[in-house]
């Protein structure tokens, strides 16, 4: 006889992540799934699909039992809520507080790398309060501390290739970049694992690598001299503000160098090869399967 398979909820199906752990949970037909976004409207697709799409207002926290009623494991991708302080950590609390009244057995949440309160940077609080909201819920976690995304440096690098030069705070300081589809895989299986404890996961590419050493795989890639220039958190803050960065968002850019000066974001994990049983994608496995975008700046 074949037990039923548990309800999966994924949150914020419509951004990135999400809408991919979706993608990967239907793909590997992964049992009922209940999927929650802001507007419904933009994943009307998935209805086709045998999907449940529900509206979810993680500011009206009476919304939210109806929600996810019926959810037994929930991934709980942070909000994008980022205009007003504070306000992500209320929406959070907002959401494990519903998934225990409702009977969600285990929760996987989507965190940031080391965001304890000594963190510098400025929005690991956001993750820690989570996180400990989860701690204090008595419900099952895994919660997944995502590193910095190597679809990051598409940008940022390109731009280092036009101009010659690669701009950053973090000095000699390494991060352990992962890319975002390593990221829905460890979701998708921390969601349909039979876990039900309480864990923490630093989740991290299988290496870490400098900006010194980015500059250099930018040049090769290009063919084009980038040379790599260490400033100051405050010299880089300021010259994104010259560039029409709003103050807050050239803060908080500047905090992750900073964290990635003090060595908070070179730690490498076996996470994603255990979660998954598949080791994940390197920056110049990724960097050389993009190579297109160093040729569009570099012509």
């Known amino acids: 006889m074949t037990a039923t398979s548990p309800t999966l909820l994924v949150t914020g199906a419509s951004g990135h992540l999400g809408r991919r752990v979706v993608e990967l949970l239907l793909e590997a037909s992964k049992g009922p799934l209940i999927v929650t976004t802001r507007e419904p409207s933009k994943l009307a697709d998935l209805t086709a699909r045998g999907v449940v799409v529900r509206k979810a207002d993680f500011d009206d926290a009476s919304t939210l039992d109806v ?13 994008d809520s980022l205009d007003v302080p504070g306000r992500r950590i209320t929406q959070h609390r907002h959401a494990v507080e519903a998934a225990r009244r409702v009977g969600v057995k285990h929760v996987v949440y989507t965190s940031l790398t080391r965001p304890e309160p000594d963190s510098p940077i400025t929005l690991a609080k956001d993750h820690w309060a989570t ?17 910095i995304y190597m679809e990051m440096l598409l940008h940022s690098l390109p731009q280092a290739v036009a101009q010659g030069r690669l701009v950053s705070a973090t000095g000699t300081g390494a ?22 404890g309480q864990r923490v996961l630093e989740v991290t590419g299988p290496s870490a690598v400098t900006q010194a050493e980015l500059a250099r795989f930018a040049s090769e890639l290009s063919g084009r001299p980038v040379e790599y220039v ?30 990635v000066a003090q060595g ?36």
């Open 264 to 299: 908070r974001m070179s730690g490498v994990t076996s996470a994603i090869a255990d979660l998954t049983g598949q080791a994940p994608v390197s920056v110049s496995h990724f960097l050389s399967a993009h190579r297109e975008a160093f040729a569009a700046k570099g012509s």
């Open 67 to 79: 929600a996810f009623a019926g959810a037994e494991r929930l991934l709980l991708v942070s909000t």
């Open 131 to 147: 996180e400990q909201a989860l701690a204090a819920s008595g419900l099952g976690f895994t919660v997944l501390r995502n590193n």
């Open 230 to 259: 260490a400033v100051d958190a405050a010299s880089l803050a300021s010259g994104l503000v010259a560039h029409g960065f709003p103050a807050p968002l050239a803060a908080a850019y500047a905090s992750f160098d900073v964290a």
């Open 175 to 196: 991060t352990a970049y992962v890319t975002r589809e390593d990221c829905a895989r460890a979701a998708v299986a921390a969601l349909t694992s039979t876990y039900e």
